[in-house]
Each structure stands twice: as structure tokens, then as C-alpha cells.
């Protein structure tokens, strides 16, 4: 079983809004990411945690903000988002980020739309 | 130069054909290589994975790779309608910041 499930599948949002996303396996992966994806561009990535710790922020605007509360939960909570922040937002796991354990699996991720 | 190059495409094949997508790298420290075959609105598959020189087969995908002169390949036997997506060429790095890197993609249309 290799299933990473997100929830919600969409959402909209206004920008003074604050909302959150949220991902979930049980697969016993132990590093999990957020990546932004635009249409036509390849998946961009947010953030990773590793081991329930955030080992990698690729300079997000603090309006993005992740949480990881346990090893298969990793949350993402969005406040003051702009338009330009509309997008299909990822999640994805791995085993951990040692060689050999690093293979991603998707999940269907949310398809956000600020307005 | 990106680090992981893709010809964006599209790429034609007529049904039953092979299909080739290629990708090249530029991080030396990549290590483990991937392919995704990502349908239009939906989220990347896992397609095949490969870290060693050489080739990997699993049912009708081939997956090719040499480190010396930093190449990845996929090839796509029998190509059907339903392989029509775009497909995604990601690097791993083993060292330093491990991320995936992923190809801005190559778009595969095959023709029925």
C-alpha cells in the first residue's frame, strides 16, 4: 500500500482567510514534503520533515506555515494568501531521505483557489 | 543550465510504437533517479525508479541511466492511448540537500 491521502481535495479561500491542508499515511514513512505545483510546471518544492522535524524550508512566505504533529500526519496552514498562491498543493512521502528509502509517493493533492 | 533537463515536447508516437522520453542532469551528487507519469489535473505516479548504471525493466517501461555522461532514459513499449500524460524526470541527491529535483516534464501524445 503505498497511499498518501490529502485532505480537502479542493478548496477556495478568500484572502483574508485563514485555512489549513492536510496529509496523512500510514505507511510508516518518516520524511514527508509539501511541494507547489503550477499548471504546466513541474512540482515545486515547500518544505520537508524529516523524522517530525522541519529539515528543509525552501524560503516560503510565512503565510505558508507547516506543522508535523506525528510521524503520518504533516499539516500545512495558510493565512493571508495572495492569488498567485492558487495552486495544486502536494504532499508526498518517502521512508526517510537515506539512499535507497528515498522514493516519493503523491497523494492526489488539494487544488487551492484564492480569490 | 537546470539541473535536470527535459524536452518539453509534445512527443508523437503512433499507437503500438516505442516511446523514448529523455532527461539529462547536471548535480554530480545525484544519485537515485526517478520517473513520474503525471495525468493533467492529477498528481505524479511513481513510473520507475533506478540508481544503477544500466538498464531496469518492469513490464512494458524500460528505464536507462548513465552516470558518466549524466543521462536518464524511458522507454515505453507498446505504447498505448492511455500513456498519453506528461511525464516528470526527478534526481536525488545523496548528499547535502536531499531533495528531489525534478525536469520541467516532457508531454507524450499517443496517437490512436
Known amino acids: 500500500d503505498t497511499e498518501v491521502t490529502q485532505t480537502p481535495k479542493h478548496l477556495v479561500m478568500g484572502m483574508t482567510n485563514k485555512k489549513s491542508l492536510k496529509c496523512e499515511q500510514h505507511m510508516g514513512h518518516r520524511a514527508m514534503y509539501w511541494y507547489k505545483q503550477k499548471a504546466k510546471k513541474p512540482p515545486e518544492l515547500m518544505f520537508v520533515?524529516?523524522?517530525?522535524?522541519?529539515?528543509i524550508n525552501e524560503s516560503v512566505p510565512s503565510r505558508f506555515s507547516p506543522e508535523c504533529p506525528n510521524s503520518s500526519l504533516l499539516n500545512l496552514h495558510l493565512h493571508a494568501l495572495q492569488p498567485e498562491d492558487s495552486a495544486l498543493y502536494l504532499c508526498?512521502?518517502?521512508?526517510?531521505?537515506?539512499?535507497?528509502?528515498?522514493?516519493?509517493?503523491f497523494g492526489p493533492g488539494t487544488r487551492l483557489l484564492v480569490l | 543550465q537546470k539541473e535536470v533537463e527535459q524536452n518539453s515536447g509534445p512527443l508523437s508516437v503512433p499507437e503500438g510504437a516505442i516511446a523514448s522520453l529523455n532527461c539529462t542532469y547536471s548535480?554530480?551528487?545525484?544519485?537515485?533517479f526517478f520517473w513520474y507519469r503525471q495525468y493533467s489535473g492529477k498528481s505524479p505516479e511513481l513510473i520507475m525508479s533506478?540508481?544503477?548504471?544500466g538498464d531496469k525493466e518492469d513490464g512494458r517501461f524500460t528505464a536507462q541511466l548513465n552516470k558518466a555522461s549524466q543521462y536518464v532514459s524511458l522507454l515505453i513499449r507498446d505504447s498505448q492511448p492511455s500513456d498519453s500524460a506528461t511525464y516528470l524526470c526527478a534526481a536525488f541527491r545523496d548528499t547535502g540537500r536531499r531533495a528531489l529535483t525534478f525536469g520541467s516534464g516532457t508531454r507524450l501524445q499517443v496517437q490512436p
Open positions: 548535480d554530480r551528487g545525484s544519485q537515485s
Open positions: 533506478i540508481y544503477s548504471n
Open positions: 508526498a512521502s518517502s521512508r526517510s531521505g537515506t539512499r535507497g528509502q528515498e522514493t516519493q509517493y
Open positions: 520533515y524529516s523524522y517530525e522535524k522541519l529539515s
